[in-house]
């Protein structure tokens, strides 16, 4: 079965920098597309970035410029560079692999917590 487990998450200043990291495991051989999403207290459930089975990417706008995912495929680890952290930033990531393309299921993780903070 495919698990997956984020880490790298914590407290940290304004203006500050994190990378997430977020582990795959399981028997699966198959590249599938992965996301980043978040959840603030008291709002809804955000996606943040987008990384297809090619490598192209897309963000939310409210990160475009300041967060960069990538995978490293080789390791089967994908990761979310967050730089010049804003307090508006601070949630809980979630990590979670689409496999709907080879008619899957979608997979989470348990989240990791990042709190931007003076």
């Known amino acids: 079965q495919v698990q997956l487990a984020e880490s790298g998450g914590g407290l940290v200043q304004p203006g500050g920098s994190l990378r997430l990291s977020c582990a795959v495991s399981g028997s699966i051989s198959i590249i599938d597309p992965m996301c980043w999403y978040r959840q603030a207290p008291g709002k809804e459930r955000e996606l943040v970035a987008f990384i297809s089975r090619s490598g192209t990417t897309d963000y939310a706008d409210t990160v475009k410029g300041r967060f960069a995912i990538s995978r490293d495929n080789a390791e089967n680890t994908v990761f979310l560079q967050m730089n010049s952290l804003k307090p508006e930033d601070t949630a809980v990531y979630y990590c979670?692999?689409?496999?709907?393309?080879?008619?899957?299921?979608?997979?989470w993780g348990k989240g990791t917590l990042v709190t931007v903070s003076s």
């Open positions: 979670n692999l689409r496999a709907g393309w080879r008619g899957g299921r979608d997979y």
